[in-house]
């Protein structure tokens, strides 16, 4: 039996975050991260833009059952759209016009970043970790420093390096880090 699938582009592509079996990388093209706000969030968070000229890679879990309450509460702020070029997987997207620019209100939570970009190094190591950067737009935006008192809920615990690529990361695109 094939069971849908979902394809994760953030904090999904950290598998402690998540115990959604059958995970394996995945490209999806047309499709860009950026760092948004809404209304249905304190802070920002990522979300998937249609960019025809782009193209990001993420992991890819079967959802058995076809049982996406657990998923569709945790990505309630979204909407869940099919993948056209992948059978059976869909993307978590807020619509256009749904969202806005993060801000100094609405900030980053590094404690967010970091699961992320911990994900990206497990999973496509130094140069994988440097595309999610590259391909994940908004990093004008304020990033808070609550590694000290995490906010997100599903934060990790990372390595020094870990640390010390995220911190790196943030200095060579000059973003602004507020403390808490």
Known sequence: MSHPR???YGSLVNRATHEYPAVRPLRVKGWARAW????????????????????IEGLSADVPNADWAALDEREFAYDRV?????VNTVIYEIPAGKHTAASATHPILLSYLDVVVQGYLTEFGEAGAMRFFDTTQ?????????????????????????ISFVDHALVTLNCTILKP
Do not use: C, K, M
């Not at 706000?37 to 920002?44: C, I, P, S, W």
């Open 6 to 8: 979902f394809f994760g």
């Open 36 to 55: 948004r706000h809404t209304g249905l969030r304190e802070v920002a968070f990522l979300t998937a833009v249609r960019d025809p000229q782009s193209e």
């Open 82 to 86: 099919p993948l056209v070029d992948h």
């Open 138 to 162: 908004g990093w004008d935006a304020p990033i808070l420093n609550d590694r000290a008192a995490p906010i997100y809920p599903r934060h990790q615990t990372l390595s020094a390096d870990e």
